[in-house]
């Protein structure tokens, strides 16, 4: 059995360099100078965005927000990509003291392009309440009640929608392994309105966001001592967090709005911020506010969907989303790091994926290469083990399985149940440059396998088809994942049988009462698997499932039984006693 360093040695490289919470799908109409009308919807991220038309071309506000222009969007990518570039070097710095606090580590786990922290226990973070002259925080909107939705313990309010508080959140990813105890403090009031800090430079977005950093720490640096939330020793508070009045340009604020971001002050003109008790280099910040629908002028509370996407910036995890601004599919609703931060509004943001809890230590998968009958594969929101297929000629690659149900944090998942399945091609570089699913590439590193075949996203009806089996009005149209199906099992790197193809066959996925059964390379029922959650005692060492009955049972491709000898079979490719041939 493989040990779990083949899962998380390789998922560090992407530390601590800017990264953003992706653009709400929104959709409008704006008007441009002549008076045309032209709908919209919103696209990219913190270093670059516009609103796009059904043709293609790209708008952008003018110095009125009323207001839009065209733009040449291709002349602003390079500029865009330089500081994208820029900030990756914080990265590797953070790499290099992980890689020295790891001396002596087996080999193997540097071997796969990354180092690997377990995030386990009790953590202190800090949450710094920051308003303008011109934006105060909504009435209600105290101290207190940021107190409740961020540190609260089993909190809910129904009225607003919230199903739990930023801590809970954390705790119900790590099913209690690792508890983050925050410390809201302010608010604190800048010196100048909302837009000096929120504007959009001609190369820059958001060019004075620093100085509101530099303000809101120097107004709190003698309520709080920042070596409590400093987690590595390195002098280093690693967990800030900015939460500011008003809008966010994410989610329908204006240009002149702060875009929800986490980057490093090192590449600001400020520089790392040196207090007596700590410094303040890496930080994250999102809004309060949201519109209630798009170009509504009443608001509610952003929910914590940002935070917690932001939040697990500075835990280390990459976007899921098209980094590149384009209709990359990524993760969409089923990621945190994608869409999935919007779920209900922001108010209930969906489950960690099993890529992300493997690479965090709370989970081992449990590997699938010999005939087995998986039986009551729990959800995620039961804290159900992820399952895991290997391309064994190319280890980086590989398929995970999770059992996805309208439940817990995932209950505003838009109607979509059933089982998950995630394809990972881990490519070093596509971490480091946090381009994991960016269009620009020739594929996607870490992306839906899309059960109805489907990679639309226009509504919720498309993504409902992306999980198995895929059913339409009460007939089954996909139920398999095999080399065979559509879509098939492919690769991209060759297996070690010199295809392109899996050669696992997964079949009859059967969804009931909230739990996913479903055959491998045919079944057995002599070795029946569920994926009841263990403690995880070694975080290197992997885990050994049931005794498995030898046998020389014989399988095609596609997962149909052909007897016991495989001498009479003629040339192709097989399933024999859980090992793939070819003849």
């Known amino acids: 059995m493989k040990k779990l360093y083949l899962m998380l040695s390789m998922l560090f490289a992407f530390g601590t360099a800017a990264n953003a919470v992706p653009a709400k799908k929104l959709q409008k109409v704006i008007t441009l100078a002549n008076g045309a009308k032209v709908s919209v919807e919103l696209r990219g991220d913190e270093y670059l965005s516009w609103w796009e038309g059904a043709d293609g071309t790209a708008y952008r506000a003018t110095a009125d927000d009323a207001v839009f222009e065209a733009f040449d969007l291709e002349a602003q990518k390079p500029a865009a990509a330089a500081r994208r570039a820029k900030t990756e070097q914080g990265r590797a710095a953070r790499l290099a003291r992980v890689n020295n606090s790891l001396k002596g580590a087996d080999d193997k786990m540097r071997g796969l392009g990354g180092d690997h922290i377990t995030y386990k226990g009790v953590k202190k973070g800090l949450v710094v309440l920051v308003d303008f002259k011109n934006k105060k925080f909504a009435d209600g909107h105290d101290l207190e009640y940021y107190k409740q939705i961020i540190n609260g313990k089993d909190f809910s309010d129904p009225e ?22 925050f410390d809201v403090v302010g608010p604190v009031t800048m010196s100048q309105n909302y837009g000096y800090y929120g504007r959009d430079g001609a190369y820059q977005k958001d060019e004075n966001v620093y100085k509101m950093i530099q303000e809101a720490c120097d107004g709190i640096k003698d309520q709080v001592n920042l070596a409590d939330y400093d987690w590595d020793g390195d002098g280093e508070a690693d967990q800030v967090f900015f939460l500011y009045a008003g809008l966010g340009q994410a989610s329908g604020g204006s240009a002149s709005t702060i875009w929800p971001h986490e980057s490093q002050l090192l590449y600001w003109p400020c520089v790392v911020l040196k207090y007596p008790t700590g410094n303040v280099n890496t930080y994250a910040c999102a809004n309060e506010l949201q519109p209630t629908t798009q170009g509504s002028s009443n608001y509610i509370s952003a929910g914590i969907g940002t935070i917690c996407h932001e939040f697990s910036h500075c835990l280390g995890f990459a976007d899921m989303y098209d980094t590149a601004g384009q209709n990359g599919y990524g993760m969409t609703v089923f990621d945190v790091m994608d869409q999935g931060s919007y779920n209900g509004n922001g108010f209930v943001p969906c489950n960690y994926t099993a890529f992300e809890r493997i690479y965090a230590g709370w989970v081992e998968p449990i590997e699938l290469l010999d005939p087995a009958t998986v039986k009551d594969m729990k959800s995620v929101s039961d804290y159900g083990r992820p399952f895991i297929m290997y391309n064994h000629k190319n280890t980086n690659e590989y398929f995970l399985m999770e059992n996805r149900q309208n439940t817990g944090w995932d209950k505003e998942l838009y109607g979509c149940n059933g089982l998950l399945i995630v394809h990972v091609n881990y490519v070093p570089s596509r971490w480091t440059n946090n381009s994991v699913n960016s269009s620009k590439e020739k594929i996607q590193c870490c992306t839906v396998v899309n059960a109805d075949g489907s990679r639309e996203m226009s509504d919720y009806y498309s993504l409902q088809g992306d999980l198995y089996p895929y059913v339409v009005k009460g007939v089954t149209m996909n139920d398999a994942f095999t080399d065979e199906s ?7 790197n060759k297996n070690s049988d010199g295809t392109y193809y899996l050669g696992i066959p997964i079949t009859d996925i059967k969804r009931s009462k909230g739990s996913i059964s479903f055959n491998v390379c045919g079944g057995d029922n002599n070795n029946i698997l569920d994926n009841t959650f263990k403690e995880i005692v070694d975080g290197i060492n992997g885990i050994t499932v049931a005794n498995k009955t030898a046998d020389n049972r014989v399988y095609s491709i596609d997962g149909r039984y052909l007897g016991t000898d495989a001498s009479k079979l003629g040339k192709g490719i097989y399933v024999v006693g859980g090992k793939k041939i070819v003849k």
């Open 486 to 492: 559509e879509p098939a099992a492919k690769l991209y």
């Open 160 to 181: 607003e929608g919230y199903v739990g508080s930023v801590r809970d959140y954390f705790l119900a990813q790590s099913n209690g392994q690792f508890e983050l105890d």
